[in-house]
């Protein structure tokens, strides 16, 4: 049910969007930081609501559809408003379009293998990639600015953000791999599924 305390959580991931739009938007000292507070009590929602619901056993079909959609607008929008606020660097905007097509990507293949009823499971290092992912975006969306905020100037934030980043779109890149010869493997198989069906099948001698 969409009442349901995880669904409540997924749910409100969707709506920190406009705030953190709205926070990244002023382009503050303080505003940065509360747009990196914003973006990781979302992202960390992410982890509780499936916890919640694996112990609770509270797993439904609208928690299954809605939790990687809100994941993935809630990642586009933090790498949108970093791109189009200009708080990322060339090499630091490289590895934000490799997440971009990577989500694109995945998007796809889950899309086309829906429809033939086959999901395709989260990896541990899909979960690995998430975490550095949200770390790097939040560290991004903080910067420099607000880590003189918090009194932590003397750190390079920006560049330990862009470090980071590479380090997910690495990761990316290796889950992206994985999931789409998950999927072209699935693809060939219904091809080859196909052809015998149409062909009718071969002949064999006694």
């Not at 982890?47 to 112990?55: E, L, N, P, Q």
């Not at 509270?58 to 959609?69: E, H, Q």
């Not at 934030?157 to 990761?171: C, D, K, N, V, Y």
């Amino acid at each position: 049910m969409p009442t349901d305390l995880p669904n409540i959580l997924t749910l409100s991931r969707i709506a920190a969007v406009p705030l953190l739009v709205l926070l990244a938007a002023l382009r503050l000292p303080w505003a940065d930081v509360a747009a990196c507070a914003v973006f990781s009590i979302a992202a960390i929602t992410d982890y509780f609501d499936g916890k919640i619901a694996r112990d609770r056993q509270l797993v439904s079909a609208f928690g299954r559809m809605l939790d990687p959609i809100a994941d993935k607008l809630l990642v586009a929008a933090a790498l949108m408003l970093l791109a189009g606020l200009a708080r990322l660097s060339l090499w630091g905007l490289l590895p934000a379009i490799v997440i971009m097509l990577r989500e694109i990507l995945v998007s796809g293949l889950r899309e086309y293998l829906a429809g033939l009823s086959v999901g395709l499971p989260v990896t541990r290092l899909a979960k690995w990639k998430t975490g550095v992912q949200m770390t790097a975006l939040g560290v991004l969306l903080a910067g420099d600015s607000g880590a003189a905020v918090l009194g932590l100037s003397f750190l390079p934030i920006s560049a330990l953000g862009e470090l980071l980043l590479w380090l997910a779109a690495t990761l990316t890149l290796l889950t992206g791999w994985d999931y789409l010869t998950a999927g072209l493997r699935h693809a060939e198989a219904q091809d080859t599924a196909t052809t015998t069906d149409a062909a009718g099948k071969p002949f064999s001698s006694p």
